[in-house]
Each structure stands twice: as C-alpha cells, then as structure tokens.
C-alpha cells in the first residue's frame, strides 16, 4: 500500500491554465506538506499543513493555494500557471511529535508548462 | 541568509567508504536528515541526528557536530545501487515548518 500518494504523475499544461494536484496519505500523520523540487534537484517547501493550522511560505506566490479536506488529504491548486512553475512537487508527510525530523514522501507530479 | 552546503558530486568504486559533508548556517537548529533520492524517485529518509555524535543504521552512518554546525552521512560497503543523490536537510524551527535542504550530492558508484 502507497503510503504518501499523489496524482496526476505527469502533468503537461499551457501557461495561464489552472490545474490541481491531489494528496492523501494513508499513515494517520498530522503534519503534511508541499516542497518544490526544480530542474537542479533544490528541494523547497512550500507550505506545511498541521490538522487545522495551515503554515504558509511567504516566498510562494498566492497563485499556489493548498486545500486539505481533512488531515489525510492535501491538495495543491496552482492557478495562471507560469513557465517556471515546471518543476517536480512532492506531497508529503511526518508522524506526530517527530516536528518533520522524518519526512515520508509521494512520488511526485512531474509539472510541465509549456 | 539560511543555507546548508554540501559537495555537489563524489565518485567512488563498489566495496568503498564515501563520506558526504554537510555544514550549515541557520537562524535556528533542531536536527539534521539525510535523504536518499534515486533518478526519476522520491526522496527516502535515511537518518536523523539531533544531538551531537553518531548515528548508525546498517551501512548507513550520520554523525553530527552541533558546535561546528557540520555533519556527514558515512556509506561502507558501497553497491552500484547506492547510486543516488543524497540531501542534507535541517529542522530550523521548533515546529518544523522551516525545513531546509541542501542542493544535494550526486554519488556514482562504479564497479
């Protein structure tokens, strides 16, 4: 059983569209997260998700807007996609009390816009 | 700023002994990770050192040095499959929002 799942994998779109990408976790973490990964591999967290309290990344453009219907699910709207929203973002999570010392990552959605 | 420095490339032969370095600067400190990354891959959590000294887990071993804010992953033994990048990451917040990686490591194990 996928622990941290994400979709869609792959994701190719034009500029200025509107896409989503879901996550659910199935480890009864608290804590989730979005990070960033660009074309040289830099890992950036974009926001963390605890329960009700959502910890927004003040570097992130209000374009990106992460919606968690409940402490399993954390979904990442990103709307007028731009070039430079290609990138790889992972969905992830971390047990309660360990404060994101142990990371449990998705596969991550392949962006492309083109 | 905040920043976390580690090599970007090691090379090395199956059967050896790679260290990876990882020293940082940051505005807080609560624990350093290592994470495994395979090409195409997620990242995979591969240790946590939150006090000072060593940490051993199998082949993989990852010390930490909180007065000299540096700390290194130790692979032994290394396998073909051990090919990967390999992240520092540092908790600079109690609440672990700010987590921040390092650019990675890109280890080449050739037979």
């Known amino acids: 059983d996928t622990a941290v799942s994400q979709t869609p994998k792959y994701l190719v779109t034009q500029m200025g569209n509107d896409k989503s990408i879901k996550c659910e976790q199935n480890?009864?973490?608290?804590?989730m997260y979005w990070y960033k990964q660009d074309s040289k591999k830099f890992l950036k967290i974009m926001f963390s998700?605890?329960?009700?309290?959502?910890?927004i990344n003040e570097t992130v453009p209000n374009r990106f807007s992460p919606k968690s219907p409940d402490k399993a699910h954390l979904n990442l709207h990103i709307n007028s996609l731009e070039l430079g929203d290609s990138a790889v973002y992972f969905c992830?999570?971390?047990?309660?009390?360990?404060?994101?010392?142990?990371?449990?990552f998705g596969e991550g959605s392949w962006l492309t816009v083109v | 700023g905040q920043s976390l420095e580690q090599p970007s490339e090691v090379t090395a032969v199956e059967g050896a002994i790679v260290q990876i370095n990882c020293t940082y600067q940051?505005?807080?400190?609560?624990?350093l990770s290592w994470y495994q990354q395979h090409d195409g891959g997620a990242p995979t959590f591969l240790s946590y050192?939150?006090?000072?000294g060593l940490e051993e887990t199998g082949r993989f071993s990852s010390f930490l040095s909180r007065s000299d804010s540096y700390g290194y992953l130790l692979l032994q033994e290394l396998q073909m499959k051990d090919s990967a990048s390999y992240f520092c990451a540092v908790r600079a917040d109690q609440a672990g929002t700010a987590l921040i990686f390092g650019k990675g490591t890109t280890l080449s194990v050739s037979s």
């Open positions: 992830a999570s971390t047990p309660p009390g360990t404060y994101g010392n142990t990371i449990y």
């Open positions: 940051t505005s807080g400190f609560y624990g």
């Open positions: 998700y605890n329960n009700k309290e959502l910890i």
């Open positions: 480890l009864g973490h608290d804590t």
């Open positions: 050192n939150g006090l000072d």
